[in-house]
């Protein structure tokens, strides 16, 4: 019995290592606790890695590994085993997702998580080229939406003699949301980025290629285990170094999840993320004289009396409105999927009815 005791600690303790919760104990209890949860460390075509050990996460022993054709999993998710063990039967209810729109033909409507179960998503921007305030407006909304806490990480401070005019840029479309400044050569900030962690917390990094993400996982792991490339001297863009999502061990405890480098940041359904990332500009619309206002030419207008009075960048209000516009046409978008799949599974069960008719007749 004492044997038995143990062993379950044991168990229990190699899960909280790796960031499990209340919650995850939780939502496996209302499954009836079947199988035995593993989190997932990397995903391939049709297969997730997971671990239940700390061993397993970082190579000692061997990983769980299970077909995932037909669900729903991302790198950082709890699943469940099937009885045979072959394949994910159940994916744990997620604290946070980093979610954002299909960006393969076909699929536009389709949603795309980048990853799960994560505390802190950091927005990685890089000094040497001018910082992308829209871009950075765009992951804002996604990580208001993921659930995470969003942290403005601006990178390669040691390529610049001065950083903080970059840095003020980024801060004033961040809106409370910290702006640190990291250098992964240096290591600058490194320390307050790996703190985060503490706790046995995850850490999600996003960026373009070529910021630097790579580097700064190093400098906060201790050792060279990300492969990085020189960037492109012509754009500043880099190689994808960073191919497939994967969960990586901090030391000490902690875990951070790296991404591959994402050009395009496109939208999937905002919950509150736009109102979270421009609640600057919807500050204003609370000031027009007519509840219906367009913030065009309509008289009373908060926002364009702020835009007159230089208060408010009008670039800021376009992009609003851009990715307002981009909301809605997905919206469309998936409604038209919906329906679409709906005709198709009619289709499908149509002979079967006349073939019954017939029978009856």
């Not at 038995?4 to 919760?21: F, I, M, N």
């Not at 003699?161 to 990291?182: C, H, I, S």
């Not at 492109?232 to 999502?245: I, K, L, M, N, Q």
Request: charged share 30%; glycine share 10%; hydrophobic share 40%.
């Amino acid at each position: 019995m004492m044997g038995t005791v143990g062993s379950v600690s044991a168990v229990a303790k190699g899960r909280d290592r790796l960031g499990w919760s209340v919650v995850f104990e939780t939502a496996w209890s209302e499954l009836g606790r079947p199988g035995d949860p593993a989190r997932v460390t990397r995903l391939d075509r049709g297969w997730s890695t997971a671990a239940r050990t700390l061993e397993q996460a970082v190579g000692i022993d061997e990983p769980v590994r299970l077909r995932n054709i037909g669900a729903d999993v991302a790198v950082g998710d709890w699943i469940v085993p099937s009885d045979d063990g072959e394949r994910v039967e159940h994916v744990l209810d997620r604290t946070s997702a980093f979610t954002r729109r299909a960006s393969f033909d076909g699929m536009r409507a389709v949603a795309h998580t980048l990853a799960a179960n994560i505390d802190v998503v950091y927005l990685i921007h890089a000094l040497g080229t001018p910082p992308s305030p829209r871009r950075l407006e765009r992951e804002l909304v996604l990580a208001f939406d993921s659930g995470a806490d969003p942290v403005v990480v601006l990178t390669k401070t040691d390529l610049v003699d001065d950083p903080e005019p970059a840095r003020d840029a980024l801060v004033q479309v961040a809106l409370g949301v910290p702006v640190l400044l990291a250098s992964g050569i240096t290591g600058e900030g490194i320390d307050a980025i790996r703190d985060a962690a503490s706790g046995n917390r995850t850490l999600a990094f996003l960026g373009a290629s070529g910021v630097g993400k790579s580097t700064l996982i190093n400098a906060l792991v201790g050792d060279a285990i990300l492969a990085t490339s020189e960037v492109r001297e012509a754009d500043h863009r880099g190689r994808h170094t960073t191919v497939a999502a994967e969960l990586v061990p901090m030391p000490g405890e902690g875990w951070m999840i790296d991404t591959p480098g994402v050009r395009a940041v496109s939208l999937w359904l905002s919950g509150d993320g736009i109102e979270r990332a421009f609640a600057d500009v919807f500050d204003l619309m609370d000031h027009c004289r007519f509840r219906d206002c367009k913030h065009d030419q309509e008289p009373g207008c908060g926002v364009q009396r702020a835009i007159a009075d230089g208060v408010l960048d009008p670039v800021r209000l376009s992009a609003l409105e851009a990715l307002i516009e981009e909301e809605e046409a997905l919206e469309k978008e998936q409604k038209a999927r919906l329906k679409a799949a709906d005709r198709r599974a009619k289709d499908r069960r149509r002979p079967e009815v006349a073939e019954f008719d017939g029978m009856r007749d």
